[in-house]
């Protein structure tokens, strides 16, 4: 079974751009969330996705927005980049909310913004 | 709001020897779980162990156990007999379980194994 797929895998960009990054989850999977990691504040939550509907949210500004479609995979939206922006952002699945301790994550998009 | 602290930014130690890594964490929750997840220069968050909160005995899995003190509100990782492969970042994390997917992480250690 492929694990959570996250593309592209490197990624650069310069202020004031925006960028849409993609997430795969594990077959069967059907929650999606997003974690933001920089050097600075760490692992962040930023949204979880479960049946194409966001169920929570993290403290992030509007410019960052997700969205899931009907077979699960995920997308991630941030507008009007700001150097802040530069970091890791992961991607993890898990199987349903009976199961949700069972979090698998993706290797992670690496953003950077110029 | 939960909290997650790792007060060991880096460690290391010889490889076959015993470390411990510690967690301390601030909840009002009775019922949650708590986790260590291993991350490599690959950057892929790999679960090392996971804990329920209702559960007294701690969690074993091979080389890795940990001491859960839920009253302490403590949960510290041991690693037997480490490994060259062990070298990686380890992060502590909390979750409120049922329906709620978002994970607590702590800042993290950095651990080194010494051949």
């Known amino acids: 079974k492929a694990g959570v797929t996250q593309t592209p895998r490197y990624l650069i960009k310069t202020r004031g751009q925006q960028v849409t990054l993609s997430c795969s989850p594990i077959?069967?999977?059907?929650?999606v969330s997003w974690y933001q990691q920089t050097p600075g504040q760490g692992l962040q939550f930023l949204f979880e996705?479960?049946?194409?509907?966001?169920?929570n949210k993290g403290n992030f500004p509007g410019r960052f927005s997700g969205r899931q479609f009907s077979n699960s995979r995920s997308e991630m939206n941030v507008s009007t980049l700001e150097l802040g922006d530069s970091a890791l952002y992961l991607c993890?699945?898990?199987?349903?909310?009976?199961?949700?301790?069972?979090?698998?994550f993706g290797s992670g998009t690496q953003l950077s913004v110029l | 709001a939960q909290t997650v602290t790792q007060s060991q930014p880096e460690m290391s130690v010889q490889e076959a020897e015993t470390v411990t890594l510690s967690c301390t964490y601030d909840?009002?929750?009775?019922?949650?779980?708590l986790f260590w997840y291993k991350q490599p220069p690959s950057r892929q968050m790999i679960l090392v162990i996971r804990?329920?909160?209702?559960?007294?005995q701690n969690a074993t899995e091979n080389r890795f156990s940990v001491n859960f003190q839920k009253a302490a509100k403590s949960f510290s990782l041991k690693i037997s007999d480490s490994q060259l492969g062990d070298t990686a970042m380890y992060f502590c994390?909390?979750?409120?379980?049922?329906?709620?997917?978002?994970?607590?992480f702590g800042t993290g250690t950095r651990l080194t194994i010494i051949p």
């Open positions: 993890a699945s898990s199987p349903d909310p009976e199961n949700n301790e069972k979090l698998f």
């Open positions: 077959s069967g999977h059907r929650s």
């Open positions: 996705y479960f049946s194409e509907t966001q169920r």
């Open positions: 909840t009002s929750e009775n019922n949650y779980y």
């Open positions: 804990q329920e909160a209702y559960k007294q």
């Open positions: 994390a909390f979750m409120i379980n049922f329906g709620n997917e978002k994970l607590t």
